[in-house]
């Protein structure tokens, strides 16, 4: 069992390491690093283990999916109008815990894994404690919109 400990510590860091956050984060930092930022209802939430060969299920690190209802898009491409969260479980792994029927403003960045050196999946978004994602508030949307709007590039339109 330590042997396996071991081997998780060495080879996905990643996973090992708790969350550090300094500071507050910058709007202008957030909205340049993420790739989507909208607003959405929560819908559902799903506990999952992300499966790592020779790693016994109970070791497994897992991740939260949530499903969010899209309410407006401020930056980036978005195909549905359902879209898929995932982030991590919370207790030092940065994962930010959403509440089912709350709306919030989620600022996103695109990953096809689920950790720095794991396989490769179906693209998802993920967002942590670290980004300024928070419950919906109406001064927040409003600096969004007034940023995009005097930085273009920033962003694509809003609609």
Known sequence: MKKVLIILLFCFPSI???CSCIGKSKLKIEIEKSNIIFSGK???KRIFSIKIEYVPEEFSPKKVEYTVLLTKKYKGKILNDTLRIVTGIGNGDCGYNFL???TYIIYGVYSEK??????KVNQFIETDI???TRLY???EEKKIIK?????PSAGSSIR
Not at 114 to 119: A, D, I, L, P, T
Not at 147 to 151: A, D, E, I, S, V
């Open 16 to 18: 090992a390491l708790p």
């Open 42 to 44: 929560i819908l559902s």
């Open 100 to 102: 089912i029927d709350h």
């Open 114 to 119: 689920y950790f720095e050196g794991g396989e």
């Open 130 to 132: 670290c980004s300024r």
């Open 137 to 139: 508030e109406g001064l």
């Open 147 to 151: 940023y995009l709007k005097k930085h």
